[in-house]
T-cell receptor, first 114, second 115 residues
Framework: AQSVTQLDSQVPVFEEAPVELRCNYS??????LFWYVQYPNQGLQLLLK??????LVKGINGFEAEFNKSQTSFHLRKPSVHISDTAEYFC????????????FGSGTRLLVRP | SQTIHQWPATLVQPVGSPLSLECTVE??????LYWYRQAAGRGLQLLFY??????ISSEVPQNLSASRPQDRQFILSSKKLLLSDSGFYLC??????????????FGQGTRLTVV
């Protein structure tokens, strides 16, 4: 079975500073990788996804993530955060075989301070 | 375009009462459908998923059940709610078959408080 670990439950950062949200996964087969954002009392919105090809993936709102197969990681980064980036961020994986399950990490709350 | 509707947005129910949360998808056929629960301070736990009408897979033993009476309708139910059933429930859909690399699309969620 696959699993997703987000080591940081909360990441405080000042506005305009860079940020990295960490995600590690475990799976016996290759996986597709996703990052979602959740604003308070709302559903999840896709930020970006890694399917194949270039290991650096660019998403919406200036976010990007890098797939590292040897380290089984998919860390999310943004060079300069805004107050509006304050939200919960979830990493997720789906197996490349016939599984339809999308498994999420426990989430990281990004708190951007002025 | 595809849309997903989930209701109600908030719900307060007494312990021991029944539950029915409904989710419908528009603009697509034969979607995969999912129910997730998000407890306070915790991540998203997959409760049920369905790849077709009447086909339900349960991920964890619990006080809840799910049904898919129509292709684009997914219902989460309980006969008797427990305090531990409180949480934020999210319905989601994704494309069935073919491109397994597609993401899931989420509804706006239902905040359930069991008192």
């Amino acid at each position: 079975a696959q699993s997703v670990t987000q080591l940081d439950s909360q990441v405080p950062v000042f506005e305009e500073a860079p940020v990295e949200l960490r995600c590690n996964y475990s799976s016996s087969v290759s996986v597709y990788l996703f990052w979602y954002v959740q604003y308070p009392n709302q559903g999840l919105q896709l930020l970006l996804k890694y399917l194949s090809g270039s290991t650096l993936v660019k998403g919406i709102n200036g976010f990007e993530a890098e797939f590292n197969k040897s380290q089984t990681s998919f860390h999310l980064r943004k060079p300069s955060v805004h107050i509006s980036d304050t939200a919960e961020y979830f990493c997720a994986v789906r197996r490349m075989d016939s599984s339809y399950k999308l498994i999420f990490g426990s989430g990281t709350r990004l708190l951007v301070r002025p | 375009s595809q849309t997903i509707h989930q209701w109600p947005a908030t719900l307060v129910q007494p312990v021991g009462s029944p539950l029915s949360l409904e989710c419908t998808v528009e603009g697509t056929s034969n979607p995969n459908l999912y129910w997730y629960r998000q407890a306070a301070g915790r991540g998203l736990q997959l409760l049920f998923y369905s790849v077709g009408i009447g086909q339900i897979s349960s991920e964890v033993p619990q006080n809840l059940s799910a049904s898919r009476p129509q292709d684009r309708q997914f219902i989460l139910s309980s006969k008797k709610l427990l305090l531990s059933d409180s949480g934020f429930y999210l319905c989601a859909w994704s494309v069935l078959g073919g491109n397994l690399n597609t993401e899931a699309f989420f509804g706006q969620g239902t905040r359930l408080t069991v008192v």
